[in-house]
Structure formats: C-alpha cells, structure tokens
C-alpha cells in the first residue's frame, strides 16, 4: 500500500484509521466523500478535527436531509452524504463487527444523544460521539479516549457517562395521593418520574389533567429532586389524574442507514435524536364525602288544600350525585307530638347533582294539624 493510499484512507468517516482492511472496515476504503482525511461533502456539523495517535479525525455530529443532529454509529466507515438516501433502519443493534449491542448501552446512547446531543458546542458535541462509539464497542484501545482530544472534552464526557448510566429510560411515572381523600379538603399530590435505576429525573415538564378535583394546574416542574408537588381540592368521590412527561429519551435508538447501492455497504449508520412522552392516570375511587343537609320549608302555616314543598341545600359531596330521600310526617295535633316513625303522609326522592339547593315537589296538605319534613342520605362506603 502506497503512502499515497494511506493519505486517503485516513479521512474515513466518524473515526478515520490509516490501516488495512479488517473487520468493521468498509468493503471499498476509497471513500469519495473525504479529501485529505476531511469531510468533502459538507455533512459535518457542530464539531472540530484534531489529530491523535489515529490520525486525523472529527469529533462531532453530522447532518443530513432529515436528521439535522447525528450521530456516527460505524468507524471507519465513509462519511455521510446527502445522496446517499438515509432510511429508517429497525432491528437488533448490532456494530459493524457482527456483535450485539447490550440493550442497556443502547438505551445509555439514546439517552446521551438526546440529553446531550442537540447543542452546538463542539466539546459537548465530540464528548457525545466517543461515548456512543465506546458504547458501540468499535474502538481499539485508546481510540475513544477523551483526554487525547483536549478542547475541555474529558469533563464533558464524564457527565455524559455518568448522566447516561443514571437517567436513561425507559421512564416510568410515579404519583401518590395521600391514603385518606375527602371531598372539599386540599391534598398534596406528589409526583416523580424515575430512571430505567429508579432515579428521579430534575426538571421534567408535566402536563397535568384532572377529573373530580379543583385547583390542578396545567403544568408542574419537577425540581432539583426530581419530585414535583401540586395542591388539589377533590371534588367527588372519584378523581382522575393524568400526567404526561414533556419528550424524553427514547429506551431505543433511532437509526438511519444510507440506501444508495456503494454506501448501503460502505457509508456510516447515523443515529437521530430521538424522543416520547411517559404518561401514567391516576384513579382514586375511595373518596371519602360527608354531607351536609339544610332544609327551609315553602311556608310555615297553611290552610286545608293548600301545598307545601321542601328546599334542601346539600353541602358536603362536591360534584357527586347523591340521592335524598324525603319523607313528610303527619298531620299531628301537636308540636311536640311529630314523630318521624311509622307511615309517612307522603314520601318521595331527589337527585342532588353536586353541593347546591334542591326542591322536593309540592305536596298538598289535606288534613289540619303539624306537619315535619324529613330528608335523608344513605350512608355508604364514602358517605357517612
């Protein structure tokens, strides 16, 4: 092999070695997007060239139709090009050697792509391609070394590794409400979103929706912590919470592999940014509700034929459905003679839709004497 030769292998894609072929090489070294070890077709991105005991290389991102931040996932393999048709590549990740990659690196190199990935510092950008390439399992010793770099990569990498290994996903959110609800009394709700480790992720925005509760906002932060906090007010006995994450890192790499005939085989796999959403509803149907009944009748002394009503002010249940069962007593010779026992002169039901004042119909009072109206709620699991 001519040094001429040499000269041009060197420019190979993401990490360019001057060497022979071997496995996770390029079938074809001449790569015809790299002009004296630099990218020639204008696909490097955030990012620099510096020269190690590999040669000359780049450390950064790439960008091409559809994937404006990416990832080299091939060393040694040519640079990426805009012809070169990237599509969606599904399937075991595997590197160019044949060897699978862990699902657990896998989900640290989203993790760190997506974290870190997105900026236009060109150490954070160099940091984040030697962590995925050392994750890949592509690198000879040395290779993916950040403190051969300089340009402040080391301290970056270390975060990226440390960040990755601690808060990839997939997530899970977790929210607890306290074990005793009752309608009409505040609660505080907290709120987590954890690792894959069960590690509370800072700074992750909820979107909130709520049923059967007053005083949810429409959005928390979770802080320094991880945990976010909200005041709610349940309003019937049964509530709803539905908690949304903002866009996180996918447990899975998306993966873009060039189409066109020569690259299908010799171009770089590029790896996108790529995020979801982690959601969790929260149904709490042991409400606790005490009713509050307040009657005023339509009229405290009528003639024989003439008719009365009941309004019944219920407080107490919030928003839920109660039914009141109402019963008139009488007619008696006294006051102090009203019983509520035996036959009532007239019973009857009302739906009570949430806390407010409600009729009973009109009744006629045939008879002369004293008259009692009496309202009742049955008790139940979550009314007392």
């Known amino acids: 092999m001519t040094a001429r030769r040499l000269s041009i292998l060197a420019a190979a894609a993401c990490l360019a070695f001057p060497a022979a072929a071997h496995a996770g090489s390029p079938p074809d070294p001449h790569d015809p997007c790299a002009h004296g070890g630099r990218d020639s077709c204008g696909t490097t991105g955030a990012g620099f060239y510096a020269s190690y005991r590999y040669g000359l290389r780049w450390f950064g991102d790439y960008r091409v139709p559809g994937a404006p931040k990416a990832f080299c996932l091939d ?22 050697d044949g060897v699978r990659v862990p699902l657990e690196r896998e989900r640290r190199i989203a993790y760190a792509i997506w974290r870190y990935g997105r900026s236009d510092d060109p150490a954070r950008q160099a940091a984040v391609m030697l962590y995925v390439h050392a994750l890949m399992g592509d690198a000879r010793p040395g290779e993916t070394d950040p403190a051969a770099v300089g340009h402040g990569v080391a301290a970056v990498y270390r975060q990226v590794a440390r960040d990755s290994a601690r808060y990839h996903g997939p997530y899970r959110v977790a929210a607890r409400l306290p074990s005793a609800l009752v309608v009409g009394r505040p609660a505080t709700a907290t709120i987590r979103v954890l690792s894959a480790h069960g590690k509370p992720v800072r700074s992750v925005r909820l979107t909130l929706a709520a049923a059967g509760t007053d005083g949810v906002p429409a959005t928390v932060t979770t802080n320094a912590a991880g945990v976010a906090r909200l005041r709610l007010t349940p309003m019937a006995t049964a509530l709803r919470l539905r908690v949304r994450t903002e866009p996180l890192a996918a447990p899975r790499l998306r993966v873009l592999a060039p189409s066109a005939p020569a690259a ?54 919030g928003r839920s459905s109660v039914t009141i069962g109402v019963a008139l007593w009488g007619p008696f010779a006294s006051r102090a003679a009203i019983r509520c026992a035996g036959m009532p002169y007239w019973s009857g039901t009302i739906a009570a839709r949430g806390n407010g004042s409600f009729p009973t119909p009109q009744v006629t009072l045939e008879r002369a004497g004293y008259y009692a109206f009496q309202e009742t709620i049955s008790a139940g699991p979550q009314i007392s």
């Open 264 to 317: 299908r085989r010799n171009g770089q796999r590029l790896a996108v940014p790529f995020a979801q959403p982690a959601a969790a509803t929260i149904v709490r149907d042991d409400v606790h509700a005490t009713p509050r009944l307040a009657t005023h009748a339509s009229a405290q002394a009528t003639a024989p034929g003439g008719a009365i009503r009941d309004t019944v002010t219920v407080g107490g249940i």
């Open 75 to 96: 060393l040694r393999y040519w640079y990426a090009s805009r012809s070169y048709r990237y599509r969606p590549q599904a399937g075991v990740l595997r590197n160019r």
